[in-house]
């Protein structure tokens, strides 16, 4: 009974000029199609996980042996075929339907096999191997398209690039939520203008979701033209000035104070900043008597609040 075909994407070292004989598990006929070859693969002795998006390949050449006991261009037709994700069986095992153009003579198969990414990112291959291939019809394949296999391969890699145009329309959303957050976190926003202006943006976005769910992606063109409209209306918000409004530019010592706070926030982590019951009062109301002398501390707070908001996320 033939033995299951295990194969290792480690090199071992045998007899110069060999290659594994699987002859005794695999052979294959001029005229035969879709015929089926089942591989274990290892990695350094391990069961290959087919990570990075794997798929199997066979390459190399049928013909003649030559004086090393090869199958070379000189003495052999080439053939290829790589197959896709639906040959992967699982515990390492793949079972690849080899089409009629990987024997297009009688002699020998001499080659390699492994695995490779759609992109051609990373391929991994076997030491060589070597199989029969018996007399058949060959003239059963003429005119038909050789390597098959390569077609396939295109259709991988155009999957491939679809997916990163997905991507690329995640980071257009991404650069939204950025754009946001660095401008609640660096301007000390009119909160009454930046709800309308924001409940013009969600309009905006809900449209987007809707847009999303109904065609499966939106066009980078129509991302930033939405980009550029919000980023338009944020910055017509007028900012409140700190010198003007809350307590003035911050003396040394309180910069300092400052900066130590900030040098004992955390690295990682969400920073939230609240200020609350700051008092701001007018010292003669309602009478000199009864007035709150604090006033000017609580505009001291609000200045450091409006210095410590450039370190936080909120």
């Known amino acids: 009974m033939a033995a299951l075909i295990t194969l290792d994407t480690y090199k071992q070292m045998i007899k110069a000029g060999e290659a594994f004989n699987i002859a005794e598990s695999f052979n294959a006929r001029v005229g035969d199609e879709q015929v089926p070859l089942v591989v274990k693969f290892l990695e350094r002795g391990k069961v290959q996980q087919f990570e990075d998006g794997l798929v199997p390949f066979i390459s190399g050449f049928v013909g003649n042996l030559d004086d090393d006991g090869k199958v070379t261009a000189e003495t052999g037709e080439p053939v290829s075929y790589t197959g896709s994700r639906d040959d992967i069986v699982g515990l390492g095992m793949v079972k690849m339907n080899l089409p009629g153009m990987m024997?297009?003579?009688?002699?020998?198969?001499?080659?390699?096999?492994?695995?490779?990414?759609?992109?051609?990112?990373?391929?991994?291959?076997?030491?060589?191997?070597?199989?029969?291939?018996?007399?058949?019809?060959?003239?059963?394949?003429?005119?038909?398209?050789?390597?098959r296999s390569e077609l396939q391969k295109e259709l991988d890699y155009a999957e491939l690039l679809i997916k990163q145009v997905d991507e690329d329309g995640k980071a257009k959303l991404k650069e939204l939520e950025d754009m946001v957050n660095d401008l609640i976190t660096n301007k000390n926003l009119d909160l009454e203008q930046l709800e309308s202006r924001m409940a013009t943006a969600e309009g905006n976005l809900k449209i987007l979701e809707d847009?999303?769910?109904?065609?499966?992606?939106?066009?980078?063109?129509?991302?930033?033209?939405?980009?550029?409209?919000?980023?338009?209306?944020?910055?017509?918000?007028?900012?409140?000035?700190?010198?003007?409004?809350?307590?003035?530019?911050?003396?040394?010592?309180?910069?300092?104070?400052?900066?130590?706070f900030v040098s004992a926030l955390p690295k990682d982590g969400f920073k939230f900043l609240m200020i609350t019951?700051?008092?701001?009062?007018?010292?003669?109301?309602?009478?000199?008597?009864?007035?709150?002398?604090?006033?000017?501390?609580?505009?001291?707070?609000?200045?450091?609040?409006?210095y410590l908001a450039n370190y936080v996320d909120v």
Do not use: C
């Not at 499966?216 to 980023?231: A, H, N, P, W, Y």
């Open 103 to 147: 024997f297009p003579q009688e002699g020998y198969f001499y080659g390699f096999l492994g695995l490779e990414t759609p992109d051609h990112s990373k391929r991994v291959s076997t030491f060589s191997v070597w199989f029969h291939v018996y007399n058949g019809n060959p003239d059963m394949f003429v005119n038909k398209a050789p390597f």
């Open 211 to 260: 847009q999303i769910k109904a065609e499966g992606l939106v066009t980078v063109d129509q991302l930033d033209s939405i980009l550029e409209d919000f980023k338009n209306k944020l910055d017509a918000i007028p900012t409140i000035d700190s010198k003007l409004d809350i307590g003035g530019e911050l003396t040394p010592e309180m910069k300092s104070i400052a900066d130590d």
């Open 277 to 306: 019951d700051s008092h701001y009062e007018d010292t003669a109301f309602p009478l000199p008597s009864l007035g709150y002398p604090h006033g000017k501390e609580s505009l001291w707070h609000l200045s450091i609040v409006n």
